[in-house]
């Protein structure tokens, strides 16, 4: 069963954001696989991302990737929260 992944990085910008996935997301050109979808919210309050990857095993292997990446673009430390899904269909 998919997992859905939240994370909340207070303070970051669009900007940072935008960085990251020059870097090592979508942007780049590289496959991220394993992510079934992807989505990115920027308030005054900073940024929040939810994923859902096709599996626990799928999320941790990007990890390598993205965490040094949010890392050099200046993201705070964050906790995830992890949800095991129910259901997941494309709309």
């Known amino acids: 069963m ?3 992944l939240e994370i909340e990085y207070p303070g970051v910008t669009a900007e940072q954001y935008d ?6 997301g979508t942007r780049s ?3 991220i696989e394993g992510l079934i979808s992807h ?10 991302v939810l994923d859902v990857w096709e599996s626990r095993e799928a999320m941790e292997a990007f990890l390598p ?4 990446a949010t890392k050099a673009a ?5 906790a ?3 949800s095991q899904t129910h259901n997941v269909f494309p709309a």
């Not at 960085?19 to 090592?24: D, G, I, L, S």
């Not at 989505?39 to 929040?48: E, N």
């Not at 200046?74 to 964050?78: E, L, M, V, Y």
């Open 65 to 68: 990737v993205i965490v040094p």
């Open 19 to 24: 960085e990251v996935q020059r870097t090592a």
């Open 2 to 4: 998919p997992l859905l």
């Open 80 to 82: 995830p929260r992890l």
């Open 39 to 48: 989505v990115a919210i920027v308030s005054d309050d900073g940024l929040r």
């Open 74 to 78: 200046g993201f705070p430390d964050a």
């Open 29 to 31: 050109g590289r496959t």
